[in-house]
């Protein structure tokens, strides 16, 4: 058994490693500002500790603990919310990766993201050159703060496990995402709208990404690994049309904008390095995927 910390733990991929961590016989403690996560989603029997990572007095006790597995999670997450709020992007990334470090702990995790590639290669492997396509694009702040916080993990000289996600989707993962979008378009009998319908993407289910973070940390080793699911890439005009049959509403029209600056036109994840060392394969195919996370939004429990 386990002590565990999860520090973001109460948003969409941590409260679902959470509710694995319980089921699996670990303690677990959540730290979160409830700015994005809730307490509802959360498993009983933990403890969950409500303060803002930006803050200092909260990791006081935590210091002298310690923990064997610390997750950091916390981060506004969704490309609206970065646009719209750029500098408490970096703050917020900075201040977790801080704190992360500074909490004794037998191994970490950190949560990084896809878009550390930029312009990369639609299939990266972990050590392909990475790039910032627009440095004054709001956006870039996220891929910047997540690159500056994999430096501090790698260069602490203690052990860690940098989990880059590649569009991780479920149920409960709030309304700042494609797949939400498309869901609520379809439950509001409104057109379903997106910015560039050749744009291709893979989706990894929530399931499959919380095994794949659990895997990757037990490997004894620190790494850099891509999280994801390559196997199903889709345009998102075939994204549209996957949930519009499972919607049944095949008619449904469908309207178009235009791409913003620093939106990546293809993304696919390699995942080669993470099979290889643990043998982790994701199971939950995108339209199964697809047809739980709609009826979970048709449920109301967004
Ligand atoms: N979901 C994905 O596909 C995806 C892709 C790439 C990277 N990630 C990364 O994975 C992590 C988890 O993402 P998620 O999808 O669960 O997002 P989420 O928004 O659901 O979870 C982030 C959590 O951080 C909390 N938080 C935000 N600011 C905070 C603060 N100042 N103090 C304390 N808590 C704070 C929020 O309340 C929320 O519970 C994030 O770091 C994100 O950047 C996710």
């Given at each position: 058994m386990k002590r565990t910390l999860l520090l973001g733990g109460a948003g969409f991929i941590g409260s679902a490693l959470a509710r694995r961590l319980v089921e699996d016989g670990h303690t677990v403690t959540v730290v979160d500002d409830f700015s994005r996560g809730a307490r509802d989603r959360l498993p009983a029997g933990i403890r969950v500790i409500p303060a803002?990572?930006?803050?200092?007095?909260?990791?006081i006790g935590l210091r002298n603990e310690g923990t064997d597995w610390l997750f950091c999670l916390a981060g506004v997450v969704g490309v609206p919310n970065v646009e719209s709020a750029p500098f408490r992007t970096w703050e917020v990334t900075t201040h977790a990766v801080m704190a992360a470090l500074e909490i004794p702990a037998a191994k970490r995790f950190f949560a990084s993201t896809s878009e550390v590639y930029g312009y990369a290669p639609p299939a990266p492997s972990e050590r392909v050159a990475v790039s910032v396509p627009?440095?004054?694009?709001?956006?870039?702040v996220y891929a910047l703060a997540k690159l500056w916080g994999e430096q501090a993990f790698i260069h602490r000289g203690e052990p860690y496990c940098i989990g880059r996600f590649h569009n991780v989707y479920g149920?409960?993962?709030?309304?700042?995402h494609v797949i939400p979008r498309f869901c609520l378009q379809l439950l509001n009998g409104e057109p379903l709208h997106v910015d560039d319908p050749t744009a291709i993407r893979a989706f990894c289910y929530i399931d499959d990404a919380v095994e794949a973070i659990l895997q990757a940390m037990a490997v004894p080793t620190s790494e850099v690994f891509n999280i994801g699911n390559p196997t199903e890439p889709v345009t998102m005009e075939a994204l549209m049309g996957r949930l519009k049959r499972i919607a049944g509403q095949a008619e449904r029209p469908v309207t178009e904008g235009h791409n913003k600056p620093g939106f990546p036109r293809v993304r696919v994840p390699e995942i080669a390095r993470l099979w290889l060392m643990t043998g982790f394969t994701p199971k939950v195919s995108l339209d199964e995927g697809l047809a739980r996370t709609y009826a979970a939004y048709r449920r109301k429990e967004a």
């Open positions: 803002d990572v930006r803050t200092p007095g909260w990791r627009d440095v004054l694009a709001p956006r870039a149920p409960a993962m709030g309304i700042d």
